[in-house]
């Protein structure tokens, strides 16, 4: 057994039971469920185990976030109540990264809001690519405790090196800048690589505009980025390439959101092949993170 966790074990809600038994076999601890009752109103009962080791790992990405912010919001307390003195929460997906200032007078900042509202139920909280761009680091707005930020970008690099010959990697705006230059470098040799200029005028519009130091005849283009919601930023990058004279256009992402006919609307674009981590769960998962969420937490 790990001795940085001993004794301990990982916990999981019932619907991520899957990630969590490989984590929990990665990190060599037993895997305990949390089991679910959802009342006719909506509220949520849960379930722990009756006792509980000193060091807890509670796994929750954190798609679809509202009701199970709700969850660890009850599951935490109910863990250090049933024996948990030190308790790590491996959240593969962060959400409500995106607002990290006030855009408008009186909008509220939920970045550092939501943060430090978990950083308040945990002494460790490791993620995977949060949308972080105003901040240096996630603990920043994690105050007292220990945040740590990994970053899926060097795996995606070598699994699009593995598969595409000389691959142009390009992020579709600037906010992507450092995914990409981190999958570049994984390749071998290092990719060619560059990022697209990007005005956005809602949630839905955006107007992008490629590099123009980059020559994209006959190559074979991917798009590289933390996450993808609606995928229209995507399908506005990967149009701009195939019109430049890209071969092809693939796309490498760690967070699949893809909500509605996202994806639909990539492959209308003549997106080829999608691929992302299992951070969020979703048919185009091929590289997962739990060896990088298992290297972090023995650490911690």
Known sequence: MNSTLAPGCVLSFDDERGFAAALALALEVPLAVIERHRFPDGELKL??????PPCVVLVRSLHQPNEKLVEL?????????LGARRLLLACPYLAYMRQDIAFL???????????????SRFDVVVTVDPHLHRIGSLGQVMPGC????????????A?????????LLLGPDEESARWVRE??????????????????????DVEIMLPQALDFTGRAVVLID??????????????????????????????????????????AADIGRVWSTDCVPHESNVVSVVPLLASALSRC
């Open 47 to 52: 379930r722990l185990p009756a006792a509980l």
């Open 73 to 81: 919001l009850i599951a935490a307390p109910a863990t250090r109540e």
């Open 105 to 119: 007078p009186g909008e509220a900042v939920s970045q550092r809001h939501i943060a430090g509202l978990l950083a």
């Open 146 to 157: 220990q945040a740590v930020s990994l970053s899926a970008a060097p795996m995606l690099g």
């Open 159 to 167: 699994w699009v090196a593995q598969r595409v010959d000389r691959p």
């Open 183 to 204: 999958a570049a470098q994984a390749c071998a040799p290092a990719a060619d690589h560059g990022w697209c200029r990007k005005h956005r005028e809602g949630d839905r």
């Open 226 to 267: 933390d996450l993808a919601s609606t995928g229209r930023t995507l399908v506005a990058a990967a149009r701009l390439a195939l019109s430049a004279g890209a071969s092809s256009v693939d796309v490498a992402v760690t967070h699949a959101l893809f909500f509605g006919n996202a994806l639909a609307e990539l492959r």
